[in-house]
């Protein structure tokens, strides 16, 4: 199990190294304070950051990433922002399949689930429209487009992440579905 980590260490340390971080929308921490209600929610999936710029799959930090032709066949002409996932707890597994250097098919046992649309105009969920109307006429077997629920409040909040915790799930994002996407950590995501 310690080599396991020191591996994956490893892999992350050389893939910050080898490219400066891409300028994406990054989350603050929810520390209960901030006005949740009407905000958007949906499960924080724990597996590799992944940009697709219309033509070819980076990590968060720019590190070009070699899935095969079939995986990527259906992706859009233009950039959206997602997670790269095995399921919950395989973490491990996905990191593994991902920072290979050629195309293989461990990338088939993983899915490409879109949270965000930057170039899109509008608030989250308008952007997110740009990409499930893109795939109702382009479908894929490898790209899904993450449902955002709305929260009514905070307990419906609690309620969401115990029931996820029990699932075996790493957290929540809430948005604000109104702000545009914003380049950069700020409070419109936590």
């Known amino acids: 199990m310690r080599h396991r980590i020191i591996t994956i260490i490893l892999m992350l340390f050389i893939l910050a190294v080898e490219c400066k971080a891409a300028d994406l ?7 209960g304070n901030q006005d949740i209600s009407g905000g958007l929610m949906s499960e924080k999936l724990d597996g590799v950051r992944g940009y697709w710029d219309g033509k070819r799959l980076l990590s968060k930090n720019g590190t070009t990433l070699h899935p095969p032709e079939g995986f990527v066949k259906n992706f859009p002409d233009f950039a959206v922002e997602g997670e790269i996932w ?11 399949a991902v920072m ?3 195309p293989h098919d461990g990338w088939l046992d993983l899915k490409f689930l879109i949270f965000d649309v930057p170039s899109a105009e509008g608030g989250i969920q308008h952007r997110l429209d740009a990409a499930l109307k893109w795939f109702a006429v382009h479908p894929s077997e490898y790209a899904v487009v993450i449902e955002q629920k709305i929260i009514a ?13 029990k699932l075996g799930g790493e957290g929540l994002l809430i ?10 950590r700020n409070n419109s995501i936590l």
């Not at 095995?86 to 593994?96: L, P």
């Not at 409040?153 to 915790?165: D, F, G, I, M, Q």
Request: without cysteine.
């Open 25 to 31: 929308m990054l989350p603050q921490v929810y520390d």
């Open 86 to 96: 095995g399921g919950r707890n395989t973490f491990e597994k996905t990191v593994s």
């Open 100 to 102: 290979k250097d050629e």
């Open 153 to 165: 409040n905070e307990k419906h909040l609690e309620v969401e992440l115990s029931r996820l915790a």
């Open 175 to 184: 948005r604000d579905p109104h702000t545009p996407y914003i380049k950069g």
